[in-house]
């Protein structure tokens, strides 16, 4: 097929590759504009588009998809269809209308739980124990299509937002070509109307750890926000951020921090075991390699 393809970070790319490979036509590639980043703030641009560079393929960065030049540009490319994935632009009707075949979006989620923003990071905070991916024909409404394809995985135990990023990402690249595949075959399902949930986008203020929560609540903050923005808390006045945990066998006051056997922190109904964290200043490591150059203090604010 003849497809515009519009993705902006990481988690988009592995669709890209598996479009190209499966030999479709990938007439352009919509993607956010180059951003400042790094320490000297240069613009960067983003995952997809230096996938697309590489490849070879016409990149586009409109700012808007609302104005008569950008529907003109569209339209002008007489697209069988577009693959929208973690776009980041909100598409208007007018746009949805120009394919031949609509457009349709890899969403990370079994819908219609999770709409929005942030699935992956709101099903494990939400202690789901399955999500997947959904091929949907996009509509004006937010994530509310019908689901033309839908894959159920299980989410494992005490698995981060990142580890599941990236399954997910890899499942929604076979699943679209999948898709593509099958297409004049597929009956698109509407939603249920029960069920729907909203994946808000992650504020930082949810980010630092309260220890008078549940070992559940926090082992499921510590690895849904892991890696970014990455749950935390305060030892001696220096910010540490926690990147993977599971519910501990001991029992601790809440906040406080016991070294035997790891590094273990008290809750409400019991402690957390910390695997992974990182100091200001310095690399992600294992709790057990941090252990050895540092003695936290015996509580955490």
């Known amino acids: 097929m003849r497809i515009v393809f519009m993705g902006t970070p990481d988690f988009s790319v592995p669709v890209l590759d598996a479009l190209v490979d499966a030999g479709h036509d990938i007439c352009a590639v919509y993607s956010q ?15 997809v588009q230096s996938r697309a560079d590489a490849l070879g393929l016409e990149v586009r960065h409109p700012v808007s998809l609302k104005t ?11 697209a069988d269809i577009a693959v929208v994935v973690a776009y980041g632009l909100i598409l ?18 079994l819908l219609p739980r999770w709409r929005g923003a942030a699935p992956i990071h709101r099903a494990i905070m ?17 994530d509310t299509g019908p689901v033309l394809l839908r894959r159920e995985i299980d989410i494992e135990e005490n698995e981060t937002t990142g580890a599941l990023h990236d399954r997910l990402s890899a499942l929604g690249a076979t699943a679209i070509v999948d898709a593509l595949n099958a297409l004049p075959d597929l009956t698109p399902v509407i939603q249920p109307g029960d069920g729907v949930t909203y994946a808000a986008k992650i504020d930082k203020a949810e980010a630092r750890v309260d220890w008078t929560q549940t070992s559940a609540h926090i082992t499921r903050q510590i690895n849904g926000l ?10 001696d006045g220096e910010r540490i951020k926690f990147l993977n945990a599971s519910q501990s066998p ?23 075991e910390i695997h992974t964290l990182q100091r200001a200043g310095k690399k992600a ?17």
């Open 226 to 235: 892991s890696p970014f923005p990455g749950a935390w808390s305060v030892a």
């Open 33 to 47: 504009p180059p951003r400042p980043a790094g320490r000297g703030k240069k613009d960067r641009p983003s995952p």
């Open 126 to 142: 939400g202690g789901d124990a399955k999500t997947g991916v959904c091929i949907m024909q996009m509509e004006a409404g937010l």
């Open 92 to 109: 208007p009707q007018t746009i949805l209308d120009a394919p031949t075949k609509g457009c349709l979006n890899i969403h990370a989620s």
């Open 285 to 301: 490591a294992p709790a057990r390699d941090v252990l050895q150059g540092w003695a936290p203090p015996s509580r955490l604010a």
């Open 68 to 78: 008569d030049e950008a529907l003109a540009d569209f339209t002008a490319l007489d």
């Open 250 to 272: 001991q029992t601790l006051t809440s906040g406080d921090v016991s070294t035997t056997d790891g590094l273990h922190i008290g809750t409400s109904d019991g402690a957390v």
